[in-house]
C-alpha cells in the first residue's frame, strides 16, 4: 500500500505538479488552503507527510504546521518558502516542521530525496517512540531507579529479542522470576508459552519427569496416556528453571545433554524430539563456586552462563525503598479498601534503615500488614514491625549448615531448625522462609514431605 502525502497551496499549477510528480510512488492527497488541509489531516490520520506553502490566504502554513502536527504527531512536515520567508521557515522547524525548501521547485529529484528522507527519519522516530512506550509496559512490573537497576533494565532489554540463554542470579526475594517474565514478554517469542518450574519442589525421578516427561506404563500410578514434560510444553516458548542450584547430578546430565541436543526424550521412551526453547535459569547460589567445589558440574554451568545478569539485594540499592514501599502502599490499600495513602516521614526513614534480609519481597509482605493494621490514613512509625524498627529480626542461618545436636540426624536437625523459624516468625511462612535464606517454596515442599511422614 503506497504511503499518503498531503500537498497543501494555494497555487493550483503547483499542487497539480507536485502531485503528477509523487503520484507513481505516493497516495496524494491536495488541499488549497490551511482549513480544507486540516479536513484531510483528521481524515486520514495515515498520512506519512505533509508538504505545505508557508505563505497562504488565511492561516499560514506554519500555524498548520503546529495544527497539523497536534493531530498527528508522528507525521512529517515539509515547509515551501519563498526567498523572503527562510528565516520563518527555519524558526518553524524548531515547532516541529522536518525540512524546509525553497520555490520554485525547479529540481524535482533533490526534492524527491528530500521528502524519502523526512518519511524515513519520521517513521524511525515513530517507531522508537512505540518502543519506548512497549518497554516501559513490558517493564511496569519492576520498580526502582538506582544505577544496579537501570543496569538491570538495560540488559533485559538488550537480551530479549535474542534466543541466548541467561542465568539470573540475586538473593532470594529480589525478583528473579520477573524478570525471566520480562525477557520472555519483550522477546519474538511473546506469543508463545512461557512455562515455569521450581526445581526445588521436585526430586530425583520425580524432577525428571516433570521436565522431560514419561512415555505410558513408565511409573507405577502414571497417567495411562504418559505425559509431556515442560521442555516439550515450552516448544517455541520460553523454560524457567528457578533454583537450578537445587537440582541432582543425574538431571544435570540429562538437562545438559537436552541444551546440547536441542531435542527431548522422555522417560521411559527411546525416540528423541526436537523442542525449539529458550531457557532462563535462576539461582540464590552461587554456581561457579558449587562447579569449582564438585557440587555442579561445570559444563552444565558454562551452557547456563551465556548471559549473566545479577540481582541486586535490596540493601544494595536503598534509594529504591521509598519507591517500592510507595508502590505497594497503593496496591494493598486498593485491595483493602483504599483508606491508607501515605507512609510518614519517620516511618519511611524506619523501612530505610532496615536491612531486608528477604528483599523485596519480605518489603512486600511487611506492607502488607502494615496497610491492614494501620490506625490512620497514613502509617506512622508505630506502625512499623518492632523487628524493623530495631533490626532484631531472627537471624536464623539455613538449616543446612547447622550441625545436628548429639545423637540426632542431620535431617532431624534441619527439621528441628525449620520449625524453630516458623515458630520465630509467628508461623508466618514467607518471613520464616526469608529468615531461612530459602524460597517459600521450598518451604512448603518439605513442610509436605514431613507431614506426610
Request: glycine fraction near 8%.
Amino acid at each position: 500500500m503506497k504511503q499518503k502525502i498531503l500537498i497543501v497551496d494555494d497555487e493550483k499549477p503547483l499542487r497539480d505538479t507536485l502531485a503528477r510528480w509523487f503520484r507513481p510512488s505516493y497516495e496524494c492527497l491536495t488541499a488549497p488552503d490551511a482549513a480544507g488541509a486540516m479536513e484531510l489531516v483528521k481524515a486520514n490520520p495515515d498520512i506519512a507527510l505533509m508538504i505545505s506553502d508557508i505563505k497562504m490566504p488565511g492561516e499560514s502554513g506554519v500555524d498548520l504546521l503546529k495544527k497539523a502536527k497536534a493531530a498527528n504527531p508522528s507525521m512529517a512536515v515539509i515547509l515551501l518558502t519563498a526567498y523572503g520567508t527562510v528565516d520563518l521557515a527555519v524558526d518553524a522547524m524548531r515547532d516541529g516542521a522536518d525540512d524546509f525548501f525553497q520555490k520554485p521547485v525547479t529540481n524535482m529529484k533533490e526534492f524527491e530525496l528530500r521528502v524519502e528522507k523526512a518519511i524515513k527519519t519520521a517513521s524511525l522516530v515513530k517507531e522508537n517512540a512505540e518502543l519506548k512506550a512497549k518497554l516501559s509496559t513490558e517493564l511496569e512490573d519492576f520498580t526502582g531507579n538506582s544505577p544496579a537497576m537501570r543496569k538491570v533494565y538495560q540488559l533485559i532489554r538488550k537480551v530479549a529479542p535474542s534466543s541466548a540463554t541467561v542465568l539470573v542470579e540475586g538473593p532470594s526475594g529480589t525478583g528473579k522470576e520477573l524478570v525471566a517474565r520480562a525477557i520472555h514478554r519483550l522477546s519474538p517469542r511473546a506469543d508463545k508459552p512461557f512455562v515455569a518450574v521450581e526445581c526445588s519442589a521436585f526430586s530425583g525421578e520425580l524432577l525428571k519427569s516433570e521436565l522431560f516427561g514419561y512415555e505410558p506404563g513408565t511409573f507405577t500410578g502414571g497417567l495411562k496416556e504418559g505425559k509431556s514434560g515442560c521442555f516439550e510444553e515450552a516448544d517455541g516458548g520460553t523454560l524457567f528453571l528457578d533454583e537450578i542450584g537445587e537440582i541432582d547430578m543425574a538431571t544435570q546430565i540429562a538437562l545438559l545433554r537436552t541444551l546440547e541436543t536441542k531435542a527431548v526424550r522422555r522417560l521411559g521412551g527411546v525416540q528423541e524430539k526436537p523442542v525449539d526453547f529458550r531457557l532462563v535459569a535462576a539461582t540464590n547460589k552461587d554456581l561457579a563456586a558449587l562447579a569449582r567445589e564438585g557440587k555442579f558440574r561445570d559444563d552444565l554451568f558454562y551452557r547456563l552462563n551465556v548471559i549473566d545478569l545479577h540481582l541486586p539485594s535490596l540493601k544494595d540499592r536503598p534509594g529504591d525503598i521509598a519507591l517500592l514501599a510507595a508502590r505497594f502502599l497503593r496496591e494493598y490499600s486498593a485491595a483493602y479498601g483504599g483508606t491508607v495513602v501515605g507512609i510518614e516521614p519517620k516511618a519511611m526513614k524506619a523501612l530505610e534503615d532496615y536491612d531486608w534480609p528477604g528483599n523485596v519481597r519480605q518489603l512486600r509482605n511487611a506492607i502488607e500488614k502494615m496497610v491492614v493494621l494501620a490506625s490512620g490514613p497514613k502509617i506512622t512509625e508505630d506502625d512499623i514491625p518492632e523487628e524493623i524498627k530495631t533490626g532484631s529480626a531472627p537471624k536464623i542461618q539455613p538449616a543446612s549448615t547447622e550441625s545436628p545436636n548429639e545423637g540426632e540426624t542431620l535431617a532431624d536437625a534441619e527439621k528441628r531448625q525449620v520449625m524453630a523459624a516458623l515458630a520465630a516468625a509467628g508461623n508466618n511462612k514467607s518471613k520464616a522462609a526469608d529468615a531461612l535464606g530459602i524460597s517459600r517454596r521450598t518451604l512448603h515442599r518439605k513442610l509436605k514431605e514431613w507431614n506426610g511422614k
